[in-house]
C-alpha cells in the first residue's frame, strides 16, 4: 500500500460522518421534542395573522410597482460584483500588472452595466 492509498481510506471520513449524524439528530430530535411536549392549545388569536402588531387590514395580494423589485435586484447585483473586488484588493501586489489590467476590464464592464441601467431608466421613479 502506498502513502496515498493510506491516506484517503474511508476511515478518515468517520468523524464527518458522526458530525452529521450527531447534527441531523439534534434537528430531528429537537422538532420531535417540541412537537410532544409543546402546548396544543389552538386559538384564534394564535391562527391569525400577525404583521408587527398591526391589525391586518385588505388582501395582501395588492399589486404593486415593479420597481421595487428592479432596484432590489440591481443593487444585489452590482453589490455581489462589488465582492469580487475584495479579494483583489486583498492580493493586488501579487498580481502584477495582468491583474491590475483584468481589474480594469472588470470595472469597465461593471461600468458598462451600470451606464446600461441609467440609459434604461431602470433606478428612475414614476
Known amino acids: 500500500m502506498t502513502q496515498a492509498e493510506a491516506v484517503n ?3 478518515n471520513y468517520l468523524p464527518i460522518l458522526f458530525q452529521l449524524i450527531v447534527a441531523g439528530g439534534f434537528g430531528v430530535g429537537t422538532i420531535i421534542i417540541t412537537h410532544l411536549i409543546g402546548p396544543k392549545v389552538k ?8 404583521e408587527s402588531g398591526i391589525e391586518v387590514i385588505g388582501n395582501a395580494r395588492q399589486p404593486f410597482s415593479i420597481k421595487y423589485f ?6 444585489v447585483l452590482f453589490d455581489i460584483e462589488v465582492i469580487f473586488m475584495y479579494p483583489w484588493a486583498v492580493n493586488f ?4 500588472l495582468s491583474g491590475l489590467l483584468e481589474m480594469f476590464i472588470f ?3 461593471l461600468l458598462l452595466g451600470f451606464i446600461y441601467v441609467i440609459k ?3 433606478l428612475e421613479w414614476d
Do not use: P
Open 120 to 122: 434604461k431608466r431602470a
Open 93 to 96: 501586489r501579487q498580481f502584477g
Open 70 to 75: 428592479m432596484v432590489a435586484i440591481l443593487f
Open 9 to 11: 481510506t474511508s476511515a
Open 107 to 109: 470595472m469597465a464592464l
Open 43 to 50: 386559538t384564534e388569536n394564535k391562527l391569525g395573522s400577525f
